[in-house]
């Protein structure tokens, strides 16, 4: 009797996926029998169906540009959190184990599905993500005045829609914990490209601007406006309740709204500076929107490009830790903390 790896096409791609995971970050992983036990066709024991249907996992993973041996770690992972009791045991290919290998191969299925929503580039680069990646994405980001918090927001939002089950769950040093960063990865790019970014600066005179849009599910917009301390400001947004809003000062030290489904929002600034305004659709078709802002008593000195020239501003400074009280279902990260625990400018 062989045993096989859950994810796809057999043991020895199995094994191999476990020897190059980060020995830090420990791997979910079913016992497996010695190599030397394997058929040399690891799907020769499987019927024509089943085999057919491993091949087309194997096609879709490589047309999909995924590393094997990440795609064996992570579906192991997802497979075992959804049945536990399996935890170092052997599955075979014998055909007392034809059904958990169905299970399995629905899985491996459905996350190709779910990384095929990334960029060629991102998912090229699942399994080699690391806390150097935030660090860069992160003064990046801070270059064009976004905070690693709307940053992470932004990628929070797909993430969370195809993975519901890992609110709250540490899973930032996991197999899966990968396709966030992708995700993050593909929202900077937004960004940086302005498609997912715009500054907003006010017409010689005026002290008002509105800005008409729409989202798809789960995508976001950022507005970034330069303000001063004891302006006064109204916020509104026109739109479906399943639009979310946050507020933040680029300092971190002000949070006017976070995940809120409250769409307006007016007061007097407490700082100078940048300040955030991000959108977020949780909703499951295209929502139009009309974003508008309003300033009295002085006007804003933003420009329309996401790095103005240069004028006083405070210095980035770490936010603080995320908390989850402005509305249900906030998707933050796990516990609502920062993945690194350090600066989260």
Do not use: C
């Not at 020995?23 to 040399?40: F, R, Y």
């Not at 993975?163 to 960004?191: C, M, S, T, Y």
């Amino acid at each position: 009797m062989s045993a096989s790896g859950i994810g796809v096409w057999g043991v020895n791609n199995f094994i191999q996926g476990r020897n190059k995971t980060d020995p830090d970050d420990p791997q979910p992983t079913l016992t497996a029998s010695p190599k030397n036990e394997q058929p040399i066709d690891p799907l020769a024991k499987y019927l024509t169906t089943e085999r057919a249907r491993k091949q087309r996992l194997l096609a879709r993973q490589q047309q999909l540009g995924i590393n094997e041996n990440f795609y064996v770690n992570l579906v192991n992972q997802v497979f075992l959190e959804k049945n536990p009791t399996l935890q170092g045991r052997t599955l075979t290919d014998e055909t007392s184990d034809h059904s958990l290998r169905e299970q399995s191969d629905t899985t491996a299925k459905e996350l190709l599905e779910k990384m095929a929503l990334l960029s060629t580039d991102a998912r090229r680069r699942l399994g080699t993500y690391s806390k150097a990646d935030r660090e860069r994405w992160k003064v990046r980001a801070n270059s064009l005045k976004v905070s690693s918090r709307v940053l992470y927001d932004l990628g929070d939002a797909p993430f969370f829609l195809q993975f519901p089950g890992q609110k709250g769950k540490e899973f930032i040093n996991q197999p899966i914990g990968q396709i966030w960063h992708g995700f993050v990865a593909d929202k900077l790019k937004a960004i940086i490209a302005k498609t997912a970014l715009r500054a907003i600066s006010f017409a010689s005179g005026a002290t008002g601007k509105r800005i008409s849009g729409s989202l798809e599910p789960a995508e976001d917009k950022v507005f970034i406006a330069q303000l001063e301390q004891d302006q006064l400001i109204e916020v509104n947004l026109d739109g479906s309740t399943n639009i979310w809003v946050s507020i933040y000062s680029l300092t971190g030290n002000y949070k006017l709204l976070e995940y809120s489904t409250k769409l307006s929002w007016s007061g007097e600034l407490a700082e100078s500076g940048y300040y955030e305004f991000v959108i977020v659709s949780r909703g499951s078709s295209s929502l139009s929107y009309q974003f508008s802002v309003e300033a009295e008593s002085q006007t804003p000195t933003s420009t329309e490009t996401a790095s103005p020239s240069p004028t006083p501003t405070a210095t980035v400074s770490p936010d603080p830790t995320p908390t989850s009280t402005t509305s249900p279902d906030p998707g933050n990260l796990p516990d609502g903390t920062n993945p690194d625990e350090t600066d989260n400018s």
